[in-house]
């Protein structure tokens, strides 16, 4: 006779179906980031300039966005709602609504905040070679309007937070994982 797997507690319910529809919704956003980036680089009429910006230089930013956000939007947030529904079911202790939430409410925001600065950053690059600019350390000095800290401050702050989301999320599945005594 099979056994019935336990069921999961609501807490998990809920970070699980958030994990999985945050994934969906990534799944067509990478999908049209990468229409986005196909139709936007058609137009990109670039050869090698003096500046030394080639095409790929003003697409690659773009390009990158599609396979990042299908990793960090869509795979990682799955494979996460996965291994929480797996360990529970492999007898894992019950982490508690708390830490799922901390999870879910830090690393959600965060890879959508990475995802944004992509895209902003892939689409200042392509529209500066568009407009006839050619050397790459002025494109890169404009972004953010010029202002290097903020710039950093923003991309520091959203790797951050994924990565601190995801050292909570693997100690917590990991202190869930001991072995009980008998």
């Known amino acids: 006779m099979t056994e019935i797997p336990p069921t999961l507690p609501i807490h998990y319910n809920k970070a699980i179906r958030t994990l999985i529809r945050f994934g969906l919704v990534m799944v067509?956003?990478?999908?049209?980031?990468?229409?986005?980036?196909?139709?936007?680089?058609?137009?990109?009429?670039?050869?090698?300039?003096?500046?030394?910006?080639?095409?790929?230089?003003?697409?690659?930013?773009?390009?990158?966005?599609?396979?990042?956000?299908?990793?960090?939007?869509?795979?990682?947030?799955?494979?996460?709602?996965?291994?929480?529904?797996?360990?529970r079911v492999c007898g894992g202790l019950e982490i508690s609504s708390k830490a799922l939430g901390w999870i879910v409410n830090i690393y959600l925001p965060f890879v959508s905040m990475s995802i944004l600065l992509m895209l902003y950053k892939g689409y200042h690059v392509l529209l500066s070679a568009r407009a006839g600019m050619t050397d790459m350390s002025q494109i890169n000095s404009e972004l953010f309007a010029g202002n290097l800290?903020?710039?950093?401050?923003?991309?520091?702050?959203?790797?951050?937070g994924m990565g601190l989301a995801l050292c909570i999320f693997s100690w917590c599945v990991w202190g869930s994982l001991k072995a009980k005594k008998q």
């Open 149 to 160: 800290m903020l710039r950093h401050g923003l991309c520091g702050l959203s790797h951050a």
């Open 28 to 87: 067509v956003i990478g999908l049209l980031s990468g229409i986005a980036f196909q139709e936007s680089a058609k137009k990109m009429n670039l050869t090698r300039s003096d500046g030394g910006l080639s095409h790929l230089d003003a697409v690659l930013n773009l390009a990158l966005v599609h396979g990042h956000v299908m990793v960090t939007g869509v795979l990682f947030p799955i494979a996460m709602a996965c291994v929480l529904h797996l360990a």
